[in-house]
C-alpha cells in the first residue's frame, strides 16, 4: 500500500469533541451541530481529509455523518472509526451490527479504516475476530484494518499481524515511548499508516500553569518546562507541540481534535507555519524521562 504523506494531509480531524465533552482543557463542551459543521468545513478548507471517529465517542459518528453529507464532501474523504469497545468483539454478529450502525450513522458504503478501540481486542484474533475482519475486507465495507494502542509491546505484536495495516499510538513532546520502542521504523517497514493521538496531551501541554486542577499539580513543572520551551524558540506552545511531531515523526499522520473552528484554524496554522526551528533535540533532552502518571491519561485521578 503506498502511503501518502502529503505535507497537509498528514493532519487528521479528530472527532471526540463533535460528540461529547472531551478533554482536561475543554472550555465549551460539545459544540452544537452548527458548530461542528463549521470545524469539520474549516478542516476541509485546510487540506484535512482524514476524519477520526468512534461509536464510544458519543454521538459523534451521527454528528460527523450530517455534517459531511450536507457538506457534500462525504465521498471525498477518509473516515477511520471505531467499533464501540463495550460489545463482543468474539461475537461475528456484534461486529457485523456494529459495522452496520457505523455506515448508517456516518452515511457511507464503506469505512476507510476499522479500528479495535483496545489493544486487548488483539487476543481474539486467533478465536475468530481475524475472520470477522477478513470478510469485512472482502466485502469491501472496511478498506483497512487497525487498532489503537497504549503499549509498545503491544504495538510489535500488532505489527505481526497481516491483516493490520494501520495503527494508531499517542506520542507528544513527553511520551516518546513508541519512538524508542522503534515502533515507527517497525511500522514504516511493514508500510502500515501510522496515526498519533494525544499530541497535546488531552490539551495538558496547552493549559495555563495556573487553571490546572488541584488533582494535577504533579503535572505543574512539565508545564512549566513547556513554557519556558515556548519562550525560548518564540513559538506558542501548539507550534512547540506539533513542530516537534511533525519534525519527529515525517512518516505519521497526527490527530487533532478542536472544539471550535478557531482553534483548528490555529492548530493548522500552526503546523503549516515553515519556521525552519529544530525544537525536537532539546525537547528530547529536556523530556528524556517523564512521569507515567502524565503522560498515561488512564492514570489521572477524576
Same mark, same amino acid.
Given at each position: 500500500?503506498? $502511503?501518502?504523506?502529503?505535507?497537509? !494531509? ?10 461529547? =465533552?472531551?478533554?482536561?482543557? =475543554? ?14 468545513? %474549516? ?9 477520526? %471517529? ?9 454528528? +460527523? @455523518? ?14 477511520? *472509526?471505531?467499533? !464501540?469497545?463495550?460489545?463482543?468483539? @468474539? ?43 477478513? %470478510? ?7 478498506? =483497512?484494518? @487497525?487498532? !489503537?494502542?497504549?503499549?509498545?509491546? /503491544? ?6 499481524? &497481516? $491483516? ?21 521504523d517497525l511500522a514504516k517497514k511493514k508500510s502500515a499508516m501510522m496515526f498519533i493521538r494525544s499530541v497535546f496531551l488531552q490539551g495538558l501541554l ?8 488541584k488533582v494535577m499539580q504533579f503535572a505543574a513543572p512539565v508545564i512549566d518546562k513547556v513554557e519556558q520551551l515556548s519562550q525560548e524558540f518564540n513559538?506558542? /506552545?501548539?507550534?512547540?507541540?506539533? !513542530? ?5 515523526? &515525517? ?8 472544539? *471550535?473552528?478557531?482553534? +483548528?484554524?490555529? =492548530? ?12 525536537? %533535540? ?15 491519561? *488512564?492514570?489521572?485521578?477524576?
Open positions: 500500500m503506498k $502511503i501518502d504523506y502529503n505535507y497537509s !494531509s498528514r493532519i487528521v480531524l479528530g472527532t471526540a469533541q463533535l460528540g461529547m =465533552n472531551y478533554g482536561i482543557a =475543554n472550555k465549551t463542551g460539545k459544540p452544537d451541530l452548527a458548530t461542528a459543521r463549521d470545524i469539520v468545513h %474549516t478542516a476541509w478548507d485546510g487540506g484535512i481529509r482524514y476524519f477520526d %471517529t468512534a461509536q464510544a465517542y458519543g454521538e459523534s459518528e451521527q454528528v +460527523l @455523518g450530517a455534517v459531511l453529507s450536507d457538506l457534500g464532501i462525504g465521498n471525498e474523504v477518509h473516515i477511520i *472509526t471505531k467499533p !464501540s469497545p463495550d460489545i463482543d468483539h @468474539g461475537n461475528k454478529k456484534n461486529l457485523e451490527d456494529a459495522l452496520s450502525q457505523s455506515l448508517e450513522d456516518l452515511k457511507c458504503d464503506h469505512i476507510y479504516g476499522l479500528m479495535l478501540h483496545r489493544e486487548t481486542f488483539l487476543d481474539l484474533f486467533e478465536t475468530g475476530l481475524a475472520d470477522t475482519l477478513k %470478510t469485512f475486507l472482502r466485502q469491501g465495507l472496511v478498506e =483497512n484494518i @487497525g487498532v !489503537s494502542l497504549y503499549s509498545p509491546i /503491544r504495538a510489535k505484536a500488532a505489527l505481526e499481524i &497481516p $491483516i493490520i495495516s494501520m495503527i494508531q499510538v499517542p506520542a507528544n513532546m513527553c511520551d516518546h515511548r513508541f519512538f524508542e520502542a522503534d515502533i515507527f496547552l493549559m495555563d500553569i495556573r487553571k490546572i486542577p513559538l506558542t /506552545r501548539e507550534e512547540l507541540a506539533l !513542530s516537534y511531531v511533525r519534525q519527529k515523526y &515525517p512518516h505519521a499522520f497526527v490527530v487533532v481534535g478542536a472544539e *471550535t473552528k478557531q482553534q +483548528l484554524a490555529s =492548530n493548522l496554522s500552526a503546523w503549516k507555519s515553515e519556521k525552519s526551528v529544530l525544537v525536537t %533535540t532539546r525537547i528530547d533532552e529536556i523530556f528524556s524521562e517523564v512521569d507515567e502518571r502524565i503522560i498515561n491519561p *488512564t492514570l489521572w485521578p477524576h
